[in-house]
């Protein structure tokens, strides 16, 4: 199952819980999964780019998960 590091900005959406095993293929059904156990969630979420095994993704919904991947939600970096 892929591993979700949560920031100390997100643990009070998920009741201080600092990780959580979430089973998705990709990273839609991961946020989907988290959403449902925790709806404080979909808003913060909806703002964040997603950092899976160490690479930042500004849009990854449809990216692939693997079993054992890391993922971290991370402020969106603005400019142009």
Not at 8 to 28: C, M, P, T, Y
Not at 52 to 67: E, F, N, T, V, W
């Amino acid at each position: 199952m892929a591993v979700v590091v949560f920031s100390s900005a997100l643990r009070g959406h998920v009741d201080g819980a600092e990780r959580l095993e979430i089973d998705a293929a990709r990273v839609k059904e991961l946020i989907d999964a988290l959403v449902e156990r925790h709806p404080g969630l979909r808003e913060p979420l909806a703002q964040m780019a997603v950092a899976i095994d160490g690479q930042i993704h500004g849009d990854a919904r449809y990216m692939s998960l693997k079993p054992d991947s890391e993922i971290h939600f991370v402020p969106k970096i603005g400019g142009g």
